[in-house]
């Protein structure tokens, strides 16, 4: 039997423009904090607003995008997401107030929630469906280096340059997700398949998520708080316990790891089935925690960092494949858009929740906590999806033999 071909022009576009759009936006992450205290000398909790609007317009307009490309097409959302995200990166070094800044930090937000449902929607249509579960994790590899390179980019920036370098940089990372997604707009003759309102359906507030994909998002939102600790404070941590130098290698690993593992994890999900996979990668993720929480040394803490990298990191494309995997293919766009929303959501509550809580009795019991958290999560994945997963999976099994 011959084997659906996956690494397509169209697919590598699709992977290259979502892997800069990324960048750009850990990128800028990491430096609005430093720029909005050291040049407008703010207070902590202002800076962290920076943050918080961008991701709050992200989950704001994406249950809207999700609709936009069945009434407008995934042409045109496409076009207008990328064009929005990068006149946003041009318009930083034209703002000189911090009101300004968080206007333009919400329009720039607009423009990344845009992205990132217009673009699952895409590579959804465009990985074979055998392969399903192989295509997105090199999908979701793009957003996991973004998330090592990013930062360091952006750190090394700030450290060592003007700020206006450093704006010119991002901007450069959002052209380069603009000419990319441009070719993709010539390469996918077909990516039209804009319905009229009239053909859609009048519009009612549910017709903003895909019911489909809820549970599952759900579940992704229940490990999106843990999740939280490792991306706000582990460099906080790192601090704490004496291993600034490991911490900065903390994503380094991590990546690594990824890429090292994602050419097997992929092609095993398509093979034995979500179960398969996510109960050993959330079993690992708890390990690591558990590693990173008693780590008193760099080797300790960077294995840790490859422990929950491998766990974590397999664990959420394959949750994502579920989303889109369960939803109608006319709605793929939508079921992309709820699930990163409300994985988003559990992103905002748990980075103030491990916040508070690292603060008051340290982060080494909040990793602690954590570990212990996963296997919560465990039960809440068997409940929401894994039992019926595997009554499905049996049944088809059954019929086969039939």
Known sequence: METQKLWTKSFISVALSNFFAFVAFYYLLVIFPVYAITEYKTSETIAGLFVTVFILSAIIIRPIAGRWIN??????????????????????????????????????????????????????????????????????LTMNLAMVIGPFLGLTAIQNWGMNTTFLISVIFSFLALLIGINLLFEQKGMTNAKSEKEV????????????????????????????????????????????????????????VLLISRPFTGKWYDRYGENAIIYPSLLLFAVGLFLLSSADSAFLFLLSAAFIGLGWGTT???????????????????????????????????????????????????????????????????????????????????????
């Open 71 to 140: 009434t407008l097409g995934k042409r045109k959302v496409l076009m207008m997401s990328l064009l929005l995200f990068f006149i946003g990166s041009l318009l930083y070094t034209f703002i000189e107030s911090v009101t300004g800044l968080l206007i333009l930090r919400f329009f720039h937000g607009i423009g990344f929630g845009m992205i990132t449902t217009i673009m699952g929607a895409i590579v959804a249509d465009i990985i074979p469906e055998k392969r399903r579960g192989e295509g997105m994790g090199y999908y979701a």
């Open 201 to 256: 359906g009048s519009f009612k507030i549910g017709d903003l998520f895909e019911g489909s994909a809820v549970r599952i998002s759900l579940v992704a939102a229940f490990f999106a708080v843990t999740h939280a600790s490792i991306l706000s404070f582990v460099s906080v941590y790192a601090a704490e316990i004496g291993l600034v130098k490991a911490g900065s290698y903390f994503f380094v690993v991590y990546a690594v």
């Open 316 to 402: 959420f494309p394959s949750l994502q494949t579920i989303a889109i995997a369960q939803s109608p293919p006319h709605k793929r766009g939508l079921a992309t858009a709820t699930f990163l929303s409300i994985f988003d959501l559990g992103i905002a509550f748990g980075s103030f929740a491990v916040g508070v809580i690292g603060a008051a009795y340290g982060f080494g019991l909040l990793y602690l906590v954590n570990s212990f958290y996963v296997f919560i999560g465990i039960a809440v994945y068997y409940v929401l999806h894994g039992k019926i997963s595997a009554l499905l999976r049996k049944k088809e099994a059954n019929s086969i033999i039939e």
